[in-house]
Structure formats: structure tokens, C-alpha cells
């Protein structure tokens, strides 16, 4: 490519606010800012964070000297929209108003278009969101639950999701669109997807009380219990829904969403960390065989990814369950970044034509 162009990146997540800056595909400038529990837990509401985010952001800018100026667009994980087809979104008006109402609920994804919107229309270039957490590819009968007015929502990882499996099918020398895989995002949020041939035709919502514990989300939970729960009187609906989103999982259990401290409790002899431990692997082993079942057991590989896929002990109890299935193979951390990167290439190069929202 003859041309170069400039992108921001940012990945804003459930403990973490991720920045990248792309010179085309090449990355050169990336880093991970880890919020505390008790630094998130100030802010009420999700779109409370929206100017501390937006701050530690321009800050690691400014402390690296990058020249804003210089830049061609921003591109950004994109939230809790309407359910959508995969690619580049430009971030337009009905999008902004989606995102700011959490049309589809609240995730730490939603300020991701916002913020990328502002600081772009501030340097008059364009904003872009690629393959939000609301990518729908679910077959018709994987979004039936046991009540109708409460159908199953295909809400989950899908840009790392997708990034990391096209990656192990480039390396399996076997086409995205002709393989099975299951892929399990183990970050703040867990969830494990179904991949077959190009789709994801099922996948838990980790975010709606649906399959394994994470370090931030209580996963499925004894239904009839969190009714009498929500009716008892001493909490409100937010506090509620905090316990499922935010609050529940490790930080529920154990006061942490970080894993890696987690880890070290567990090797001072902390037999309560290492039982709660134990269950989100446990869990995850659960979902990981149940979804085995949708590829009717024809898997080419259990992919393995996102921050806790870095505790190689954690990986082994997982493993230990599920290598009896398929291959497991091990992507710690994401790739999303270069996937968000790479989005923004291919309408900025003209390869592909941008996609524009429409709340309808
Ligand atoms: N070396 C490591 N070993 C084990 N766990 C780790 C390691 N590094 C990070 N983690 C854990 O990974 C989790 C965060 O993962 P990640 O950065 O993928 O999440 P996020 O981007 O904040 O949220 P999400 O991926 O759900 O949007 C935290 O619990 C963190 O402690
Ligand atoms: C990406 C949606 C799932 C989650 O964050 O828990």
C-alpha cells in the first residue's frame, strides 16, 4: 500500500482501557491500562467513566508525544447496539444515541464508539466501530430459552472471538469458513462460542446470567433463588444488576477481578481462592463441553484466549477437562487491537465499503 494512515485504537473493556496506535497494519504503540475494582467502583452507571476513560487515554498520548494532528481516523470496540451483521461501522448519530442509552444494556464496549466519536469529530477525521459485542449469527433455534418474552441474545466477545480464529485456521492451514472450532474468551466476561463455518451459531451471554462465572460476571445462576433474591427487599434493581454484571464471579467471591492475584493467594495457601478458582474452571470446562455438543462433536480445536488465558495452571485445569474433545490450542490475551486496526484499513484503503448503522 502506497499510502500510510494513522489510527487510534481504543479498546475499552470490563478492567481495562486498551490504546493502540496503527501505522496501517503495523502496531507502534500499544498499551494496557488495568483499572482497579475500587477505581471502577466509583462511578454509578457505566456512562459515569465515560471522562475518566477519555482522560487516561489523551493522557498516555500526550506522555508518548504523539501529535494528534497526525491522525487519519479513530476506530474502537463498539458496544451494546442493535444485533448487527460483522465489519466497519462508521460511528453516526443513530449509533451515538444507541450507545449512550445502552440499547441493548450496558458494557463497558458502549464507550468505545462514544469516545472515539468525540475525539475524532475534534480532529475532524472519521470514528469506526468493528464487529461489536451484538455480531448475531445465531441459528434460529439456539435463540429459543423456556420462556418466550425471553429469547437468547447473541452477545459476546466477537472481535477476539473471530480475530483469534481466523488466526489458529491461518495456522491450521484450513479456511475460517470451513472449519469447527470452539472459541472461549476468558476475560473479564467469559464466553465460549460455537464456530461453524464462518458463523457463530451459538454462544453463551455471559453478560444476561447465562453460562460460566467470570472474575466480573456471575454467569448462570439458580433461577428460583435470584427471583426470591430480587423480591426480598434489600436490594435495589441496580444493586441487582451490579451483583450479575460488575460485581459478581471472583470479585463477588474473593473482592478481585485480577486473576493474577488470585494466583498468588492460591500459592500463599489460600484454600478459599483456589476452590472459587477451581469452580470458574470447572464452569468453563461445563460450557465448553455443552457447546461441543452443538458441533455435534466434529471440532477441529478448543481455542483458549483473553487475559486469564495467560495462567498457564488455570489453562491446565481447563485442559485437563476438554483435551478429550478436540486439540486445545492457547492465544493468552487478545488480538483485537489488530483486528480493530485492520477494520479501519480496509475502509480507510478502500477495500471495503464502510457499513452505516440504522436503528431500525
Ligand atoms: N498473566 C496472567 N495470568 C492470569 N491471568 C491474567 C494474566 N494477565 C491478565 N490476567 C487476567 O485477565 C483478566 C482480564 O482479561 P482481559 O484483559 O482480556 O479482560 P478485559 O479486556 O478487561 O475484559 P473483557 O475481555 O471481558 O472485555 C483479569 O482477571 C486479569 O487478572
Ligand atoms: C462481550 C460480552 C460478554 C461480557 O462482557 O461478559
Given at each position: 500500500m502506497n499510502q500510510s494512515f494513522r489510527t487510534l485504537i481504543i479498546n475499552p473493556g470490563s478492567t481495562s482501557t486498551k490504546?493502540?496506535?496503527?501505522?496501517n497494519e503495523l502496531s507502534i504503540y500499544e498499551k494496557t491500562i488495568r483499572h482497579e475494582t475500587s477505581e471502577l467502583d466509583k462511578f454509578d452507571q457505566l456512562m459515569d467513566q465515560f471522562s475518566f476513560r477519555k482522560q487516561v487515554i489523551l493522557e498516555s498520548l500526550d506522555e508518548e508525544g504523539f501529535n494528534l494532528s497526525k491522525f487519519n481516523s479513530v476506530c474502537a470496540r463498539g458496544g451494546l447496539l442493535r444485533p448487527i451483521k460483522g465489519g466497519t461501522y462508521a460511528v453516526n448519530e443513530a449509533m451515538i444515541e444507541?450507545?449512550?442509552?445502552?440499547?441493548?444494556?450496558?458494557?463497558?464496549?458502549?464507550?468505545?464508539?462514544?469516545?472515539?466519536?468525540?475525539?475524532?469529530?475534534?480532529?475532524?477525521?472519521?470514528?469506526?466501530?468493528v464487529d461489536p459485542v451484538v455480531v448475531d449469527e445465531m441459528t434460529d433455534v439456539a435463540k429459543i430459552s423456556g420462556l418466550k418474552e425471553l429469547p437468547r441474545k447473541s452477545i459476546f466477545h466477537a472481535l477476539n472471538q473471530k480475530a483469534v480464529a481466523r488466526k489458529a485456521c491461518e495456522e491450521m492451514n484450513k479456511p475460517y469458513e470451513q472449519a469447527n472450532l470452539i472459541v472461549c474468551h476468558m476475560g473479564g466476561g467469559i464466553t465460549v462460542g460455537a464456530h461453524s463455518e464462518g458463523k457463530v451459531i451459538d454462544v453463551n451471554n455471559g453478560l444476561n446470567g447465562d453460562g460460566p462465572f467470570s472474575p466480573e460476571r456471575a454467569g448462570t445462576l439458580p433461577a428460583g433463588q435470584l427471583v426470591e433474591l430480587c423480591f426480598s427487599g434489600e436490594l435495589t434493581k441496580n444493586e441487582i444488576k451490579?451483583?450479575?454484571?460488575?460485581?459478581?464471579?471472583?470479585?463477588?467471591?474473593?473482592d478481585t477481578h485480577d486473576a493474577v492475584e488470585v494466583e498468588k493467594r492460591i500459592e500463599n495457601g489460600d484454600?478459599?481462592?483456589?476452590?472459587?478458582y477451581d469452580a470458574m474452571a470447572y464452569q468453563i470446562a461445563k460450557e465448553i463441553g455443552s457447546i461441543s455438543v452443538v458441533l455435534k462433536g466434529q471440532v477441529d480445536a478448543i481455542i483458549l484466549t483473553g487475559g486469564i488465558a495467560y495462567g498457564k495452571k488455570f489453562v491446565a485445569k481447563i485442559t485437563n477437562h476438554v483435551d478429550w474433545i478436540s486439540d486445545v490450542l492457547v492465544y493468552p490475551g487478545e488480538n483485537e487491537m489488530e483486528a480493530l486496526a485492520k477494520g479501519a484499513l480496509r475502509v480507510l484503503s478502500k477495500q471495503e465499503v464502510v457499513k452505516e448503522y440504522k436503528a431500525e
Open positions: 490504546i493502540g496506535v496503527f501505522e444507541d450507545l449512550k442509552a445502552g440499547y441493548n444494556g450496558e458494557h463497558a464496549s458502549n464507550l468505545g464508539g462514544l469516545i472515539a466519536n468525540e475525539i475524532a469529530t475534534d480532529l475532524n477525521i472519521p470514528a469506526f466501530i451490579k451483583k450479575l454484571v460488575g460485581q459478581g464471579g471472583l470479585v463477588n467471591h474473593l484454600s478459599q481462592a483456589e476452590l472459587i
